[in-house]
């Protein structure tokens, strides 16, 4: 019986240094695994970064995947999370014409219907965020598409586990380091 795929979450705590974030994507690529979504930040604790990764595989190819990632020396500690597991954002800027929301009413109910804003106007263009989930942002993307889009860029996801992660309990028991 074949596994079917689902989107997990993947949070991978590490120390920031250079070359790791080739190394975790040479992961994927040696199982022709596509990342979807890819975010860099710092984390809850200091000098210590959180790589968030949206992936579409099986639950026994990312139990694998995870093993990998926590054998690269950097790494601290890596999960994965479920949709259901996990309270997330993406977050998008569209650059439009400014002359469509003067002169088309219909552009000023999309943003007041999106629950976007408009971040910044000039006489040319004006730049709106939205932030919420991938379908709320294909779905507004879709709305302003027949407007002329100039330009449009979407991060990638942003998510924290419902449950603990435990990660600072971790790191105080001093497992922080196996080399």
Same mark, same amino acid.
């Given at each position: ?9 993947? &949070? ?6 250079v ?7 040479? #992961? ?6 596509? #990342? ?6 710092? &984390?809850?604790?200091?000098?210590? &970064? ?6 579409k ?7 694998? #995947?995870?093993?990998?990632i ?7 500690? =890596? ?20 002359? &469509? ?25 004006f ?9 709320? @942002?294909?779905?507004?993307?879709? =709305?302003?598409?027949?407007?002329? @889009?100039?330009?449009f ?5 942003? =998510? @924290? ?13 001093? @497992?922080?380091?196996?080399?």
């Amino acid at each position: 019986m074949m596994e079917n795929k689902q989107t997990f979450t993947v &949070s991978v705590y590490t120390e920031n240094n250079v070359g790791l974030l080739n190394r975790i994507s040479g #992961i994927f690529l040696r199982r022709h695994i596509n #990342i979807e979504s890819m975010n860099i930040s710092k &984390s809850e604790i200091k000098s210590v &970064s959180r790589f968030t990764l949206l992936v579409k595989v099986t639950e026994e190819q990312i139990k694998k #995947i995870i093993g990998q990632i926590e054998k690269q020396v950097e790494v601290i500690k =890596a999960y994965y999370h479920t949709v259901t597991d996990t309270v997330y954002q993406e977050s998008c800027l569209f650059k439009l014409s400014s002359e &469509s929301l003067i002169e088309n009413d219909h552009i000023q109910t999309i943003i007041n219907n999106s629950k976007s804003r408009v971040i910044n106007i000039n006489k040319d263009f004006f730049v709106l965020e939205k932030s919420g989930t991938k379908e709320e @942002i294909e779905e507004l993307y879709h =709305a302003l598409d027949k407007h002329g @889009i100039m330009q449009f860029v979407r991060s990638g996801r942003i =998510a @924290i586990t419902k449950d603990e992660m435990r990660i600072s309990k971790l790191l105080e028991s001093g @497992i922080e380091k196996r080399y």
